[in-house]
């Protein structure tokens, strides 16, 4: 099992965590930036994680960069976006065998931490700021991606839902931004980004692997305490208020199978009984929504709820045809009375601890999955560990889980449907 976690400050709103497990072989080191999440500065923060990792001063191409990197018994440096809430994350993050398992005795986790420093600190640049040619390449690729989602109908409903939902806060805003900002990231504007990120983003650099990272922390903290740093980025996120009545939105596209996405929003503050309510809800195989909705009543191809902790939200995804869109909401909604009822199983409630439990044990089975699950426990202020969390939804009652359902209230209901006959005819002219 890993090590106790640890966390200190090196440098103004800077931290160093690590946390070890003596069952891996490799580690990961990754540094992540966090910043306010708006729609005008979304896509150029998301180029600035592509570029980083691509080259630096030291190696101008990626093809150099990656030939060192695979000198290093295949290390590899990553980056990432995604969204906390209100909050944008952008994390560039190195691999690296640890030393130990090195042929020759190596300081793989030196030379690795130094490559990756190089790529973090002193990117490839010119005339004071990024290259054209890399800048031009990572946004094609980031508005290819952007693109990708929309053109994803699953995907795009859900994004859809989310902008309805939280309609006027940062969460309605995509990780990655909106096309029409992606174009028009410069690499002047890119860089003055990167900048930014450098001065005001706060910034959690997580450890996870097998090694210390003692000597790891050493390097950083050096690097890193070299940066000027400005006023920080207040980084949070604010629960989101329920709306005066129901929104119901629908959009049609010439879509095979039609989005029902509906949203709740919720004021509980036992989080636990919140998992564990939404699980014996939607969350699982053994859930109201797929035994009843899916396979009793054969009103959607899918249909399963998940929870957002940090904007106090639940959605129910479903895939449905067109003539069961109004009877598979209505069934939806009153599945989720039924929980207020109390009308579930102690059965229902043991699978839905027992899948509660599994995943969150698989936190365990991956360095990756450990480093981000303590990324999200610093940024809810809430750090625990999976263990932890697993005794906590272990000790949920019947009557907590009924609370938090109680505490649950429809704010939006979103369909993605086809084109009626005559326009999908124009659609095909």
Known sequence: MPNKFQRREIGKDIFFSSVTDSRFKLNMISVNFLVPLAEETASEYALVARILNKSCAK????????????????????SGVMSFGDSQSLAVSVQYIDNKYALENERVEDEAVEIFLDCLLDPLTENGVFSEKTTSLERQILIDDIESEINDKQTYANHRAAQIMFKGEPAAVRSLGSVEQAKRVTPFTAFNAYKRLLKNARVEIICSGCSDFKAAEKTLSKAFSQLERGDIFKC????????????????????AQSKLAIGFKTDCQNYPALQIMNAVYGGTTTS??????????????YCWS??????????????????????????????LEAVKNGDFTDEDIEYAKMYRKNGLRTFNDSFNQMGAWYLLCIYDDDIKSPEDAIKEGEAVTREEIIEAAKSVRLDTVYVLTSLDEEAEKEETL
Do not use: H
């Not at 929504?289 to 054969?298: A, D, G």
């Not at 998940?306 to 599945?335: D, H, L, W, Y």
């Open 306 to 335: 998940g929870v957002n902790k940090n904007k106090g939200a639940m959605f129910v995804r479903s895939g449905v045809e067109s003539e069961n869109i109004e009877k598979a909401a209505e069934e939806i909604i009153a599945q």
């Open 288 to 301: 109201k929504l797929f035994m009843n909705v899916r396979e009793k009543m054969s009103l959607c191809y």
């Open 236 to 255: 949070g996120t604010q629960k989101s208020p329920l709306k005066e009545k129901p929104q119901n939105v629908t959009e049609k596209m010439p879509v």
């Open 59 to 78: 190696y101008p191409t990626f093809a150099q960069l990656n030939n060192k990197l695979s000198a290093l018994y295949a290390a590899r440096i990553d």
